[in-house]
């Protein structure tokens, strides 16, 4: 692993462990010791590690609401916070992904579907984008 995949990994743990309240350390916690559990581990693609940057998004749709078709320029990895989130990518099978649980995007893959699979409770995700260059987060699909 290079040098800088291995600070994209530990980028990635540590806004996990920030976003759902862990500790990534073994400090007790009120109450007794943090649970702690990896929600994620993957290869990022070639990346410039003097420019990466990442952006968080908290993202909801209300129950029945989706996106229309985009792709993102850089890597994404989801994680849903609360809810039930359906989607599929250009050439794969349609995917839901429930509270607890995470999900990578390849750069530049076309989602034809990124929707709250619930008509009755909303969905909320997040989504960290790292990027080595300007661009924008989401670009839309004729």
């Not at 990578?104 to 260059?133: G, Q, W």
């Amino acid at each position: 692993m290079t040098r800088h995949a291995a600070r994209i990994g530990i980028a990635a743990t540590m806004l996990w462990a920030a976003a759902s309240g862990c500790s990534t350390g073994s400090a007790k916690a009120k109450g007794g010791k943090a649970q702690v559990r990896s929600a994620f581990a993957g290869d990022l693609p070639g990346m410039q590690g003097d420019r990466l940057r990442t952006t968080v998004l908290e993202v909801t749709y209300e129950p029945g609401g989706s996106s229309t078709p985009h792709r993102h320029p850089c890597p994404v990895v989801g994680y849903v916070v609360q809810g039930n989130l359906r989607t599929q990518v250009k050439g794969g099978p349609v995917a839901v992904y429930r509270a607890g649980e995470t999900f990578y995007e390849e750069p530049n893959t076309v989602h034809l579907i990124t929707a709250n699979a619930s008509d009755e409770r909303p969905v909320r995700f997040l989504a960290i984008f790292t990027c080595d260059r300007e661009a924008p987060l989401s670009v839309p699909e004729p």
